[in-house]
Structures are given as structure tokens and as C-alpha cells.
């Protein structure tokens, strides 16, 4: 008998909502279902029930973790923070992380991976690493820019690249790495843009969002294969 795999994605806060309403854009949920995955969205409760019915993550992007959650200080340009959705997603890292679920971490997802292994962040990138290259277009809007992968990481392989195009939408990014977590894509100004683990291998967290069309987008679908085929195989273990 055949079973879908299902993938739980995070979605925004319903702080950044005029309606006060949990939403996520398509464009996640017609990545996911492309590749053949069946996707339901986690708004919240306990994490560990959250985890129970799902065979992969992905944590979604949005806005900004709360300071607090990593040591770091309060910044004027902090958008949209929820400290009921950073203190779920985090719990939810934690419990997929010790239970081998595989994770697509996205953007925000990725700096919640990191944060949750014990990573900090950058408050807000152009300070850090000035504007010469841009990671978001004014007043938030994506742009295009380049990633170098290095050639010794999986993600070089699950690519079949070291070098692409990607679609950016970001003013933090990861500073400090978690906890088993190495660099996996860099931005020519030296931003990190992706991060993975030696193991497990079915975690992949790039800072770019690979599910918005218009930048090397058959490259980018080949994350979302990859992480399809972590999924499916945990759903074959549980079955
Ligand atoms: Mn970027």
C-alpha cells in the first residue's frame, strides 16, 4: 500500500497580519508538492505533537528571532518578531535535530537552525557587511545575487554546482555557527549563506529561498528533490 509523505512547513506570524491570520505563500507549498510531498501547515501547540504526524520540516521564512533567544541586543530595524513562533520553531528544531527528521530550512528557518544548535546572528547585515552587494532590495523586496559553494560540501553535490544565482530576501544572517554546523555557500561579501551538518546529511538551510522562481531554478529545484528523498526514506522507517 502506498503512503504520502508529509511534511509539516512553519508558517508566518499572525503578528505581521492585519487580520491576525497564520499564512505561508504558495510558492512553499507548490515546491514541496512538485516533488511529490504532501504539505500541512504547523501553526504552533506542543512541538513534540507537531512531530508525529509529519515525516519531514520545513521551517518557512518571515521575520526577525527575537534578540533574547540568542544573547544578542534589540535593533532598530527588527521586523515582525513573535516570541511564541521563535520559541515553538526552536522547540521543534530541537526535537526534529534528536529524532533524525530530515529539515529544509529556509531564510528565517535557517537562522532558526542555527540559533537552535546555539548559533547567534548578525542584527543587521549592510552594518556588518556594508551595501555593496544587496541581500534585499528596498523597502523588502527579493533580489538576485550570486553563492559560492565550496566544492568539499555535500550541498556542491546536491547542486551539482559551485557557483549559482539565487533569489535574496534577507537582513540578518547567520554569525556565529551552531553546534556542528559548518558553512556550506558564501556571498561575495562574505556573507554565510548556507549552513549543513557533517551528519546528519538530511538537513539542508540555505539563507536564499529556493521556492520563489527566477533565479537558476532548476538548480533550486534539486534541493527540494533532495530533501523529498530524505522524506520519503524516513517515511519508509516509520511504515
Ligand atoms: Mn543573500
Redesign the pocket.
Known amino acids: 500500500m502506498f503512503h504520502s509523505s508529509h511534511v509539516g512547513l512553519t508558517s508566518y506570524s499572525p503578528c505581521g497580519d492585519p487580520k491576525g491570520a497564520f499564512s505561508l505563500p504558495a510558492d512553499y507549498i507548490d515546491a514541496v508538492a512538485d516533488v511529490g510531498l504532501e504539505p500541512s501547515l504547523l501553526v504552533g501547540g506542543d512541538p513534540r505533537a507537531s512531530l508525529e504526524t509529519i515525516d519531514g520540516l520545513l521551517l518557512s521564512g518571515g521575520g526577525d528571532i527575537d534578540p533574547g533567544q540568542y544573547g544578542g541586543e534589540k535593533h532598530e530595524t527588527n521586523y515582525m518578531v513573535d516570541p511564541r513562533r521563535d520559541s515553538y520553531e526552536i522547540e521543534l528544531t530541537r526535537c526534529a535535530l534528536a529524532s533524525g527528521l530530515p529539515i529544509l530550512a529556509i531564510c528565517r528557518g535557517m537562522q532558526i537552525l542555527n540559533v537552535a544548535t546555539g548559533g547567534t546572528l548578525v542584527a543587521h547585515v549592510p552594518e556588518r557587511f556594508g551595501s555593496a552587494l544587496e541581500?534585499r532590495a528596498p523597502p523588502r523586496e527579493p533580489v538576485v545575487?550570486r553563492v559560492q559553494v565550496p566544492a568539499d560540501s555535500r550541498l556542491s553535490l546536491t547542486l551539482a554546482t559551485t557557483d549559482l544565482a539565487?533569489m535574496?530576501w534577507?537582513h540578518q544572517a547567520v554569525d556565529r555557527l551552531g553546534t556542528g554546523l559548518r558553512v556550506a555557500a558564501t556571498?561575495a561579501d562574505g556573507?554565510i549563506?548556507a549552513v549543513e551538518f557533517v551528519q546528519p546529511r538530511s538537513v539542508i538551510a540555505v539563507?536564499?529561498h529556493p521556492e520563489l522562481k527566477g533565479a537558476d531554478d532548476g538548480r533550486q529545484r534539486r534541493l527540494f528533490a533532495a530533501f523529498a528523498e530524505c522524506v520519503q526514506e524516513q517515511r519508509r522507517g516509520r511504515s
Open positions: 541581500h545575487h539565487v535574496s534577507h556571498a556573507v549563506e539563507q536564499w
